[in-house]
């Protein structure tokens, strides 16, 4: 099966897993367990925004960094630009902060709360380099729109 139809497919199936929700923890861990399984990445996981730092959230993969400050790495650039980053090769992005030395790609999506603040990051890695495009990004943001409204 195609990229494109996998994603097609898993939008449809985040949307009724997640619908009418509350529970943004379990929100959280379905979202990256369906990732995951679907897509076969290395890591799937979600980072939360608090008091400076991204802690880390519910997540399928290898143990990963419990806390990163922003100001380091590509999640927190994700958060400081308020958009989707696309990193090709990990070893080549400024303070990558490696929390497995087996990823070698990595594609972070911003969350925004109603206000329009960075509430979390989704961040996966493939053990890869240049696994993440175009069609990655535009179908990890549809699904972190779907996700957003659920984490308060």
Known sequence: MEK?????LLVKQIRSLVEG??????VMANVCAAIHETMGFFWTGFYRVENGELL?????????????RLGR??????????ESVVV?????????VACSSLSRSEIVVPLFSAAGEVMA???IDSKE???FDDTDRRYLETICQ???????
């Open 129 to 131: 380099l240049s696994t």
């Open 88 to 96: 090709p090769d990990v070893e080549q992005f400024p303070g990558h």
């Open 73 to 82: 790495g590509v999640c927190s650039a994700s958060v400081e630009r308020r």
């Open 21 to 26: 929700e509350t529970n943004a923890i379990g």
């Open 56 to 68: 880390l959230g519910p997540f399928q993969g290898p143990v990963a960094c419990m806390r990163i």
């Open 146 to 152: 779907i996700v957003s409204p659920l984490l308060g």
């Open 4 to 8: 494109e139809e996998k994603y097609k």
């Open 121 to 123: 990051v989704l961040d």
